[in-house]
């Protein structure tokens, strides 16, 4: 099957989660298209980035400052991604460097960034690994979708427009 079937997640029923990580090639090319599917997804339904988060420091501070950039200014959310992206794979900078992080939102135009860095809590930084764990994300970018259903670029041998196609396949079968 080009998809694998986890425990369901009640709270994640009418959500799509897009694991990322920002140190991911393939998460750069395919975030913006995900951002735009998810536009079109059912009424009720929606999607959420959420990024890698393990027992490293660098995936725990690129996670603070998702999370940092999101409530400093949700409608510039993709403009942050897309500079820190290129800070870090273009440029060679380090998720544990918060130089990458305040030129990410310089770049965004986000501004009290670095108050809101202050206001991410533990548990907030926690839930997306915990999210990893329940949904056995082994590569990004991954969708779990409907809070049972996990696929990835590699279900469709890199077949974007096939991936999208399976991704709203899944939702329907989710409904």
């Not at 099957?1 to 990322?20: I, N, Q, T, Y």
């Not at 990024?51 to 999370?67: D, G, N």
Request: charged letters at 20%.
């Amino acid at each position: 099957m080009p998809f694998r079937e986890v425990g369901f997640r009640l709270a994640d029923s009418r959500k799509v989660l897009c694991f990322f990580s920002f140190t991911c090639p393939v998460c750069a090319a395919y975030h913006a298209s995900v951002a735009q599917w998810g536009e079109s997804l059912p009424p009720g339904w929606k999607l959420e980035f959420v990024p890698v988060t393990l027992p490293q420091r660098e995936t725990v501070i690129a996670a603070r400052a998702y999370f940092a950039a999101l409530m400093a200014d949700s409608a510039k959310i993709y403009d942050f991604v897309g500079s820190a992206y290129t800070q870090i794979q273009q440029h060679g900078m380090k998720q544990d460097d918060p130089r990458t992080w305040a030129e990410a939102a310089r770049t965004a135009r986000i501004t009290h960034f670095e108050e809101n860095w202050g206001k991410i809590s533990t548990g907030a930084v926690k839930k997306p690994y915990d999210d990893l764990i329940a949904y056995q994300v082994s590569a990004t970018p991954s969708l779990a979708i409907g809070g049972r259903y996990v696929i990835t670029p590699d279900d469709t041998n890199g077949d974007r427009d096939l991936f999208f196609r399976l991704a709203a396949a899944m939702v329907s079968k989710s409904m």
